[in-house]
T-cell receptor, first 117, second 113 residues
Framework: GENVEQHPSTLSVQEGDSAVIKCTYS??????FPWYKQELGKRPQLIID?????GEKKDQRIAVTLNKTAKHFSLHITETQPEDSAVYFC????????????????FGTGTRLQVTL | NAGVTQTPKFRILKIGQSMTLQCTQD?????MYWYRQDPGMGLKLIYY???????DKGEVPNGYNVSRSTTEDFPLRLELAAPSQTSVYFC????????????FGQGTRLTVV
C-alpha cells in the first residue's frame, strides 16, 4: 500500500521566517495530496491541497509544490505567525475500486511547527 | 449542518470492557474512516468504508470492529479493551469521488486502565 514519509518531525522558526515541510509518497498512482493543520486539542482541518495535474498551488502565505517524478511534495509557509504553531500532516490518496471509485487517505506522521516570537 | 459528530468526547474503560464509539455525518458522504492518534504521533487508519454495507481494514484493525448499515453512521466497536487502545479516536468522512477533502469529527479521548 501507500507509504507517506514526512520530515521534519519538529520545526522551530522565528516569527516572520519561512517554514518548509516535506513529504514523499511511494505509490505513483496517488493523485491527490492534501495538507491538514491540527491545533492543540483540536481536529485536523484541511488548509490546502494539490492535484497531480498541477505543480504548485498558493493560498496567501501558504503554498504547496508537487514533483510527480520524484514523488515528493512540500508545504511552504511564509511570514510565519504565532497562530501558525500547530501539527501539520501531509497525506496522499489512492483510488480503490469497489465497483466504483473511492479514495483512501494515507497520512504522514506529522510535523510539529513552533513559531517563536 | 453539523458535519461529522462523534460521541462520547471522553471515556475511561477498564481492561476487558467493551464499548462503541459513535460517528455520524449529515453531509451524505459515501466514505467514512476511523483513525487513532497516539500522543505526539500521527494518524493511523483503523477501518474505512466506501459505502453502506462495505467496510475494510486499515493499518491497525486488531481489537476493533465496524459496521456501516446506513450512509450516515459508522460506529467503531472495541471488544476486550486493552491499555494499548488508549488513544484519541477520530472519525472522518469524504464525498468519495477522486481527490476529495476529508472532514473530521472532534475526536474521542479514550483511556483504558
Amino acid at each position: 500500500g501507500e507509504n507517506v514519509e514526512q520530515h521534519p518531525s519538529t520545526l522551530s522558526v522565528q516569527e516572520g521566517d519561512s517554514a518548509v515541510i516535506k513529504c514523499t509518497y511511494s505509490d505513483s498512482a496517488s493523485n491527490y495530496f492534501p495538507w491538514y493543520k491540527q491545533e492543540l486539542g483540536k481536529r485536523p482541518q484541511l488548509i490546502i491541497d494539490i492535484r497531480s495535474n498541477v505543480g504548485e498551488k498558493k493560498d496567501q502565505r501558504i503554498a504547496v509544490t508537487l514533483n510527480k517524478t520524484a514523488k515528493h511534495f512540500s508545504l511552504h509557509i511564509t511570514e510565519t505567525q504565532p497562530e501558525d504553531s500547530a501539527v501539520y500532516f501531509c497525506a496522499a490518496s489512492i483510488v480503490i475500486s469497489y465497483g466504483g471509485t473511492a479514495s483512501k487517505l494515507t497520512f504522514g506522521t506529522g510535523t510539529r511547527l513552533q513559531v517563536t516570537l | 449542518n453539523a458535519g461529522v459528530t462523534q460521541t462520547p468526547k471522553f471515556r475511561i474503560l477498564k481492561i476487558g470492557q467493551s464499548m462503541t464509539l459513535q460517528c455520524t455525518q449529515d453531509m451524505n458522504h459515501n466514505y467514512m474512516y476511523w483513525y487513532r492518534q497516539d500522543p505526539g504521533m500521527g494518524l493511523k487508519l483503523i477501518y474505512y468504508s466506501v459505502g453502506a454495507g462495505i467496510t475494510d481494514k486499515g493499518e491497525v484493525p486488531n481489537g476493533y470492529n465496524v459496521s456501516r448499515s446506513t450512509t450516515e453512521d459508522f460506529p467503531l466497536r472495541l471488544e476486550l479493551a486493552a491499555p494499548s487502545q488508549t488513544s484519541v479516536y477520530f472519525c472522518a468522512s469524504s464525498q468519495g469521488e477522486r481527490n476529495t477533502e476529508a472532514f473530521f469529527g472532534q475526536g474521542t479521548r479514550l483511556t483504558v486502565v
